[in-house]
């Protein structure tokens, strides 16, 4: 029995993880072989739906706006969550206030935020036009601008650049900014639990030292918050890789525009399995793509704990 118990104990988490986890990967590995769509099961097709998926240029231009969007988010969320979290560990009253004002954006309703950060990049009557008309700059389509950003400064001052190195379009700049003002909330909070853990004894004997507050950051901080910095590393990576609702109600119509600019792999997936074409075997093909890339990822990111100082 005492050999039985502690398998008792773990079968309800395990029978859940089993259910929702491990049988709807194994299940969209074998319906990616057949002709399978929402009215019913057809001919098995063998790699066919992955021949497709790799000659599909919507799926590539999918890949490369997931790839902006993991590119911009993740090192921004970094930075931005670790700075605001330096400042409010230094801050002495009203902790729980300003804490609470920062993880306000991550507990709020996604849908809210999109609607309420859509009716802000509104090309005609949005605040962000309104805030570049009070600096001087003329109003830009936000939104609905296809262009790559990079393209649009060069623009601004007479130079043209290849398309290829015009990077994400504004529109998926809009959907990144939003992506990071989210996310910071959240991993603030996380990093001030790792800086509220490292003995201040480190600090004092660096100032006995001679050390100024610039390296004692870069030699003391930076190094003592690595597990900290790996964990919001890893799952930043893997909620980018996830995003969905913003686009499905900033963009459009149609959504993932303009020119499907925003049309991320997540998207694309929902698009071919439950919009018109209804293919769950194409985007069950697509979905274990991206099941792999995201594995990649996290065995290479896994590569980098070694640097990690616990």
């Known amino acids: 029995m005492k050999k039985i118990s502690p398998w008792l104990y773990i079968l309800p988490a395990l029978v859940i993880v089993v259910l929702f986890r491990f049988l709807p990967i194994l299940m969209s590995f074998v319906i990616s072989f057949y002709n399978w769509s929402i009215t019913g099961i057809g001919d098995f097709v063998a790699f066919e739906n992955y021949r497709r998926l790799f000659t599909d240029a919507e799926f590539w231009k999918s890949i490369l706006n997931t790839f902006y969007l993991v590119v911009f988010v993740v090192p921004l969320t970094i930075i931005f969550s670790l700075t605001f979290a330096v400042f409010l560990n230094q801050i002495k009253f009203l902790k729980s206030f300003f804490r609470t004002v920062y993880f306000v954006p991550f507990v709020t309703s996604l849908v809210a935020v999109s609607i309420v950060w859509k009716l802000i990049f509104n090309q005609q009557t949005g605040l962000a036009n309104s805030f570049l008309g009070i600096l001087g700059f003329d109003p830009l389509r936000w939104l609905g601008e296809s262009k790559g950003i990079f393209t649009l400064l060069f623009e601004s001052f007479g130079i043209t650049i290849p398309t290829y190195l015009g990077g994400p379009s504004l529109a998926l700049f809009a959907i990144i900014i939003v992506t990071v003002w989210r996310s910071v909330g959240y991993n603030t909070i996380i990093y001030l639990a790792g800086l509220q853990n490292i003995s201040q004894s480190y600090y004092e004997a660096a100032e006995i030292d001679g050390a100024n507050k610039f390296k004692q950051f870069f030699k ?53 399995g439950f919009g018109e074409a209804q293919n769950l075997a194409y985007a069950s093909s697509i979905a274990l793509i991206l099941f792999f890339i995201i594995l990649s990822l996290t065995m290479v990111q896994k590569y980098l704990e070694k640097h990690v100082h616990y």
């Not at 609702?245 to 991320?264: D, F, H, N, R």
Request: aromatic share 16%.
């Open 220 to 272: 003391l901080t930076l190094p003592l918050i690595s597990p900290t910095t790996y964990y919001v590393l890893m799952m930043t990576t893997i909620t980018t890789f996830q995003v969905f609702s913003q686009i499905y109600l900033m963009t459009g119509p149609p959504i993932g525009g303009p020119a499907g600019t925003t049309k991320v792999i997540v998207y694309y997936i929902f698009e071919n």
